[in-house]
């Protein structure tokens, strides 16, 4: 599918929904912030994976971009965090490192993410992997 098909496709059927933003860079959170914001989705950012444990308690997502490497709580063990809040069984969340061998990908999947970016990603892809996500997950 082509990029342009995909934007239309994430306007069409996901237009104002809620995503999070997880990154110790704030440059990183940023960019992806911006570049959601441009598909008409309404963004939400994290400095860390305990500031984002807190922010899923009190809002629900419709997707998570965890970044992987972060002070505090990793994103591994936010995404555990998460992943034991009732409403966030079928949250999609979405890893972004600049590490994906098959055993980080191993690592990202056994604690509970659905897929994952490698960093830097370009536009297309970061919305590829998020139309992936959330149409199989029927948010």
Do not use: C, W
Not at 123 to 131: G, I, R
């Amino acid at each position: 599918m082509a990029i342009d098909d995909v934007e239309a496709e994430i306007r069409q059927h996901y237009f104002g929904y809620l995503v999070l933003v997880v990154d110790d860079d704030e440059i990183n959170r940023e960019v992806a912030q911006t570049q959601l914001e441009a598909v008409d989705l309404v963004v939400d950012t994290a400095k860390d994976g305990a500031q984002a444990i807190a922010m899923a308690q009190q809002r629900v997502y419709a997707a998570i971009f965890m970044d992987m490497q972060m002070p505090n709580v990793n994103g591994l063990e936010a995404t555990r965090g998460i992943r034991k809040i009732p409403q966030y069984q079928d949250v999609p969340i979405i890893a972004m490192t600049a590490n994906a061998f098959s055993e980080d990908r191993a690592k990202f999947f056994e604690a509970g993410m659905n897929d994952f970016l490698t960093k830097p990603f370009n536009p297309a892809t970061m919305f590829t992997t998020l139309l992936r996500s959330l149409s199989r997950h029927d948010v």
